[in-house]
């Protein structure tokens, strides 16, 4: 199958099911799976205009509401924490925007700069991975919030209570809705190890907010870049539908299956399993400096 306007010829089968395997073992961690569907497009389908950015938060628009529902029914939903992370990204993401068709059009440097952010995230995940004790949820597991306001969010989960500050939350989602609008994840990818490795949240309760966040913000973002694409009648600017919307599909039961299955596995793993993906995909792109 073509999908003329990045220039791919695939078939559409293949491309559900990689993104079927990709999102069902990231949406444990609260990730969609586009921060590695991106470096498949880059590097395997040769989808290397700006286009492919807003191809990319696309498939997060269709792929996340199945999961982002299963951790609202399943009471795994931290509400203050989802507010904090959409009120911070949205400013970040437009001016993440504007970067990546100023600065980031070269397919070279785009590379180098996705391989970055994802050696800092797994080099994070694996300095946090090896502090996590393995410890299963109980039934009971269900998150309780105790506080929200300017200052501070409190809430409780199997049987802890966890703290974050909102003014550092919403900073920290300031930043990665720029870095987000760049590389085209609506940011749950770096976020999420921030939540985990800083914050000391567990990975249990974040998963539900940063897909949330990245939904939304992956909303505003492809229609920032339909915007754009009218101002840029000689650039690839508008995402590649068909493509998107192909990917979704396959990260519509991923997602799903991936938010249903979290609950019965150990966080320490879950950080290990997608700590070693990371930093493949990271140090592959990093070498193009050398």
Do not use: C
Request: proline share 6%.
């Amino acid at each position: 199958m073509l999908f003329p306007v990045s220039g791919v010829e695939v078939s559409p089968f293949l491309l559900i099911g990689i993104s079927f395997v990709i999102s069902f073992f990231a949406s444990m961690s609260g990730l969609s799976g586009a921060f590695l569907l991106l470096p498949f497009q880059v590097s395997f389908l040769g989808f290397v205009s700006p286009a492919v950015t807003p191809t990319n938060l696309l498939y997060n628009v269709v792929s996340i509401p199945g999961g982002v529902y299963r951790y609202v029914k399943e009471a795994r939903m931290v509400w203050p924490l989802t507010i904090a992370v959409i009120i911070g990204t949205f400013p970040g993401l437009f001016i993440g925007t504007f970067l990546r068709l100023r600065y980031f059009m070269d397919p070279v440097k785009f590379k180098i700069f996705v391989g970055l952010v994802l050696l800092y995230i797994g080099i994070r995940m694996v300095l946090n991975a090896r502090k996590t004790q393995v410890k299963r949820l109980t039934g009971e597991a269900k998150v309780r919030t105790i506080k929200f306001d300017t200052k501070e969010i409190v809430y409780t989960f199997n049987g802890k209570t966890y703290r974050a500050s909102t003014p550092g939350i919403f900073i920290l989602s300031f930043i990665v809705g720029i870095i987000g609008g760049i590389y085209g994840i609506g940011g749950g990818a770096i976020i999420a190890p921030f939540f985990v490795a800083i914050y000391r949240l567990p990975i249990h309760t974040i998963a539900g907010s940063t897909l949330m966040g990245t939904f939304l913000t992956s909303v505003a973002g492809v229609i920032i870049y339909q915007i754009l694409s009218i101002f840029y009648p000689g650039a690839p600017v508008a995402p590649d539908w068909a493509l998107g919307i192909v990917m979704g599909v396959g990260g519509i039961f991923g997602v799903y299956l991936g938010a249903r299955s979290q609950k019965y596995i150990p966080s320490k793993y879950l950080k290990i399993m997608l700590s070693i993906v990371i930093l493949y995909v990271a140090i592959k792109y990093v070498w193009l400096l050398f």
